[in-house]
Each structure stands twice: as C-alpha cells, then as structure tokens.
C-alpha cells in the first residue's frame, strides 16, 4: 500500500501544499485589506483552503513517506489520524464547497442583478452566510468522528471500522455516506453552480457586445466574475474524482480490502487528495494573473 509510488504523490502533495499555504497566507492578507462582500468570501475560502492544506500533512502525506520505525507505529499514528483529524478535514472540505457556491451566487448578483447588489451583497450578510456554512458543515460532518474506532492491543492502538463497515451499518453507508454526501456535496452545490454560472456567462457576453455602454464599475464586475469562474472550474474538476471514489466505494464495500482492487484504490485514493490539495494550493496563482488589483494588494502586503 505505501510503495513508492505513494511516497512520490506524497512528496509531490508536500511540494503543493507549502507553495499552496503561503500563497493562501498572502491571499488572506490582501482580502482582509479591503472587505467588501465578495472579498469577505474570498478570505474565508482563502483560511480555510490554508487550513485544509495544513491537516492534509498529517493525513495525507506523512503517513507515505516511510518516517515510521515499524510497522505497529505507523498503524497507531494512522488509527489517531482516522479519528481525530480526517473529520475535521472533512468539515474543511465542505466549508470550501459552500464557500463556492456563496461566491457563485455574489457573482450572479453582481452581474444579473446589478441594482440590487449593494443591498443584498454586503460584508454583513456574507459574514451571515458564512456563519450559517460553518454550522452545517460541523453539523454534517459530526457523525464522521464515529465511522472509525480505536482498539488497543498488545502492538499499540488499532482502527477498525465502525460506521464505515457496510455490513453492520449497510443503511449509514447507502444513506449518508452515498446517497446524502451525493445530495449534499454534489448535485445541489454543483448544480446550482452550474445552472447560475450558465446565466452568468449569458449575461457576460450579452454585456460584452455592448462594451461601450458599460459602467466602470460593471467592467470591474466582469473582470472579477471571470477569474472566479475559472476558479470554480478548477474547484469541480478537482472534486470530482474524490465524488467518483466515494460512490465505487458504496458499490463495492471491499474496495479498499480486496486484494484484487486495494493497490488501484489506493492509488487513486492517492490522486484524489492531489487534486483537492492541488485546488486549495492555485487559486491565489489565478488571482495573481487575473486581478490587477490583487497584484496591487499583494505587492503592498510582502513589501
């Protein structure tokens, strides 16, 4: 399972997430220098992209890097980060997700629904929302501390599988960690992503054809609403495969057991945390080669 192969994704996981944490820390400042509505969302994503970068060492690169004297170390080590710390990456994940889809629809407002933008898009009410997805995120991902539990032996302690065990609790593993993650983190964020995106790009270029009679501030908008429409692009495509994984998983219980499925599993297991790490690690980089004011605050901020 931790061949060398996992030990190059991990050292290459490492390498993101260093550059991917100072970029965020950067981002963050620069955000926090000036907080209008869209900025307020954009340092939470920013915080907790840092923090999802922070816990992804312990969980998904330290365990694969050989560091372990034996193998009893090493299983105590991971047993603790089952339980303990992936839960609390997982609230992380779904605070990013929300995060994107609050940002998607500041974005749809702001271009759509151009008058109505100071009142309903303000530092305030994106401070509300942020508020309500760090409440449902903990909420959802509570029982997650439970789908594992710690035994101890004569090696040390041990995991084994408690919720995630899908023959004592067949209707957690259909019901919440497929069906309600398959609602919950896939097709209403994404579909509301997609479907108030698609109006957004309609409203771009119907704009565009009349380019002369925009506002400057309306150019700003548009200027803004595309680096965030690649950002979200990048966000689905990285999130996908983790989805992907997840619902194999369901289908076949023994995915990660099975001798004859475990090494590409684990593999792909592997592939799937690159890209969310990957996602976290580049936004700043599209902020960077979008945004003249951002490069502007950057510069202020590191000198």
Not at 101 to 117: D, G, H, K, S
Not at 268 to 274: A, H, P, R, T
Not at 275 to 284: D, H
Request: charged share 10%.
């Amino acid at each position: 399972m931790f061949d060398s192969l996992s030990q190059f994704v991990a050292a290459v996981t490492l390498g993101f997430i260093i550059i991917g944490c100072l970029g965020n820390l950067l981002s963050l400042m620069a955000f926090l220098n000036h907080l209008t509505s869209v900025n307020t969302l954009l340092a939470a994503l920013s915080f907790v992209d840092l923090c999802l970068l922070l816990f992804a060492v312990p969980v998904f690169v330290l365990p694969h890097l050989g560091l372990w004297i034996d193998t009893n170390s090493q299983n105590e080590y991971y047993t603790y980060m089952l339980n303990y710390v992936y839960p609390v990456n997982l609230i992380m994940q779904t605070c990013s997700i929300y995060i994107m889809v609050l940002i998607t629809m500041e974005r749809w407002t702001a271009v759509c629904r151009p008058l109505q933008v100071r009142i309903w898009c303000t530092p305030r009410t994106s401070r509300y929302g942020l508020g309500v997805i760090v409440l449902f995120a903990v909420s959802y991902n509570l029982v997650r501390f439970w789908e594992y539990s710690m035994h101890h032996s004569t090696t040390g302690y041990v995991y084994q599988r408690h919720l995630r065990d899908f023959e004592t609790h067949p209707y957690y593993m259909v019901g919440y960690y497929t069906g309600l993650y398959l609602l919950t983190h896939f097709l209403i964020p994404f579909g509301v992503i997609i479907v108030m995106n698609g109006h957004v790009c309609k409203s771009i270029i119907k704009l565009r054809r009349a380019r002369e009679m925009l506002t400057r501030q309306q150019q700003r908008e548009q200027s803004t609403t595309m680096m965030l429409l690649i950002v979200t692009l990048i966000f689905a495509i990285s999130n996908t495969l983790p989805f992907l994984l997840n619902l194999a998983e369901c289908f076949n219980p023994n995915l990660f057991m099975d001798e004859s499925t475990q090494w590409y599993a684990y593999q792909l297991n592997d592939l799937s945390n690159l890209l969310v790490v990957f996602n976290s690690s580049t936004t700043f980089i599209i902020y960077l080669g979008f945004s003249e004011k951002y490069r502007q605050t950057a510069t202020r901020v590191l000198l």
